[in-house]
């Protein structure tokens, strides 16, 4: 992992230089960049395409994208027509050179656009809070360079933000966002039961809301914590994420994925309160709103589609 992001480092300041002279040969060569990066850590028979559209069996195209991950059975005829599948699809990814604020607005406006490519699941508290498909962004660096600057702080206000500007329903969410030199942001989405609620008012001297409730925001990974391996990275937490995350779709990997949080993930993320909350009646069907609340979970190591916690 410190060898990919020493070449990512590499490939910026490659790209850095000419990147005036040919804009879109440079956001091609980040692009490219990032998608090798896919192919040497995701398994091999996952097929990894750049620029293309998403078409939902609604008839709908999302907006283009930049590197899209396709299911191993994904036709092998469909390949060059770049308007991919939405049931093919197991990730999709916007590339960016130098990320600035108007990039995150971008990002949260397409992922909730790109999820009408995918119509709402419904049946377990998994498959109604999440899409099919992994949405992400990925960037070499930032912009953010002066003495006094917080990138840090700045990403965290711009992801919340364009959140609650944005985002309607917590399946409308982006996963995952990787600054290479930076940190890496994880969304996370927490249901509580009512007996979960009741306890924590009884501590917290009534501040909550009685009525059961789903928590989601972003976690940001950066190094900068005390538990944090000496090995971590950016990029090793993102690729982490990502294997979890598509995991939930396709079980083959989730051997792997456990393997690498082990591995990558040995601390806590930096506890950012990047949170939201959720009336639970507003966002589920009946059926998984009555099992949340009688605090129906299983633990989320089982993969159970009813966690608490993803």
Known sequence: MR????EMQE???????RAKEDPGTAGDQGEENWATLLRNWLPPTFQIVTKGRILG??????????????????????LDKKLYLADGVLAA?????????DHIATFVENSVTLRQCSSPRFGTLYRELHSPF???????????????STPLANIDKNLLYQDFKSVTHPREMPDLLCVADLASWNSFKLAFSDSIISQLNISLGGMLDTASLVKTGYLPYS????????????????????MKKIAWEYPG?????????????????????????????????????????AGMFQHPQEWGEWCNMY
Request: charged content about 25%; aromatic content about 8%; proline content about 4%.
């Open 3 to 6: 060898s990919a992001t020493r």
């Open 11 to 17: 490939e910026y300041e490659r790209i850095r230089k």
């Open 57 to 78: 069996v609604n008839g709908i195209a999302s907006p283009q994208v930049d590197v899209i991950v396709l299911r191993p059975e994904y036709p092998q005829k469909l």
């Open 93 to 101: 990814f916007e590339c960016k050179i130098t990320l600035i604020a």
């Open 134 to 148: 992994i949405y992400g962004l990925l960037a070499h660096s930032h912009s953010w360079r002066g003495e006094k």
């Open 223 to 242: 190094g900068s914590t005390i538990n944090t391996h000496e090995y971590f990275t950016p990029i090793g937490a993102m690729l982490t994420h990502l």
């Open 253 to 293: 990997l989730r051997s792997l994925a456990s393997y690498f949080q082990e591995l990558n993930l040995p601390g806590n993320s930096d506890g950012s309160n990047i949170q939201r909350n959720w009336i639970l009646d507003d966002i589920v069907s009946d059926r998984v709103k009555e099992r949340v609340k």
